[in-house]
């Protein structure tokens, strides 16, 4: 019951809305303006001061400083906008909006401006240790493109949301590389090494999930860096060259059952020489040990018959 209630109560996190401001060019001309009528006023009271009217020099100097002084405060709103760039703006404490119009702007003086950008940046992790599936030690390393895109979030839903990205980038890593082998055992199953663009897709919607919470999207991810690790490089790599030959072997061995096959039939066929069952044996084996040898095969001349 009291977990339902505090989910029902529980305020809705920070979302971005503009700010309102205006155009920076208008308040410039203004400010500008309240300045110069300050500074005349504060000249006129020294001048009616001089005329022996120090009542209305008085009044004329603190109108003009004050005005001169409002000018002054009401220009520190201004703020200029670079592409890319937006200022989130607090009032005491309350979130009141973000500018995101480029050029000059100004909203109220009293208010803190933080600047933000929005534009794209890269995280690339260290080179991580890890186990994976088969408990196998590997090193990978990622790089991962991202953009801050709700500016609200990013500033007050997370304490730093640059650390908090590479932070939850580094543990997004590890996860994936726990959840898969490096390479599969199984024709079908993912790998690291084998199915790299599945992987990274993966690896970008695990991502978006972790770091929505600051604002950021996920524009792409890569893996950078993979391979075994030291310890057991070299076992690895003996197992990767004995499958390599095992392959090539399975290949050769196909080919030569063809080429044996093939070579039967065209005698059979031509009629070149009558052979029995254990003289098709003998040519089988011959042949098999020319195709599949390693070595060059040495001819040996026979001067009797197969039966001596």
């Not at 309350?94 to 794209?120: D, K």
């Not at 690291?192 to 600051?214: D, F, P, Q, S, Y």
């Not at 031509?270 to 040990?289: F, P, T």
Request: proline letters at 3%; glycine letters at 10%; a negative charge.
């Amino acid at each position: 019951m009291s977990a339902t209630l505090d989910h029902t109560t529980r305020k809705p996190p920070v979302r971005e809305v503009p700010a309102k401001d205006i155009g920076g060019g208008l308040a410039l001309l203004l400010g500008l303006v309240g300045l110069l009528i300050g500074i005349g006023l504060v000249g006129l009271g020294v001048r009616c001061a001089n005329d022996g009217r120090p009542g209305a020099a008085a009044g004329l100097i603190v109108g003009g400083v004050l005005v001169g002084l409002g000018s002054i405060i009401a220009m520190c709103g201004l703020n200029s906008i670079a592409p890319g760039e937006t200022k989130v703006v607090q009032l005491f404490g309350r979130y009141r909006g973000t500018i995101r119009t480029e050029g000059l702007r100004w909203v109220n003086p009293f208010t803190s401006r933080r600047a933000v950008s929005t534009r794209v940046r890269n995280h690339e992790t260290a080179v991580l240790k890890v186990n994976d599936a088969y408990g196998n030690p590997i090193e990978l390393a990622a790089v991962v493109v991202w953009q801050v895109e709700d500016t609200a979030q990013a500033v007050f839903a997370v304490e730093d949301f640059q650390e908090f990205v590479a932070v939850q980038t580094e543990a997004a890593v590890r996860h994936i590389a726990i959840e898969y082998p490096y390479d599969a055992h199984d024709d079908d199953a993912l790998s690291l090494r084998g199915n790299a663009e599945e992987i990274t897709e993966k690896l970008a919607i695990e991502l978006h999930a972790r770091v929505e919470a600051a604002g950021v999207r996920i524009v792409e991810s890569r893996f950078t860096h993979l391979a075994y690790a030291p310890e057991i490089a070299s076992a690895m790599l003996q197992r990767q060259q004995a499958g390599a030959i095992v392959a090539a072997r399975q290949q050769i061995v196909e080919g030569a059952v063809g080429m044996v096959e093939q070579a039967l039939a065209r005698i059979s066929e031509q009629g070149i020489v009558e052979l029995d069952e254990e003289r098709k044996a003998a040519m089988v084996s011959n042949l098999m040990v020319v195709l599949c040898g390693d070595r060059a095969a040495q001819p040996v001349l026979n001067t009797g018959t197969l039966y001596q």
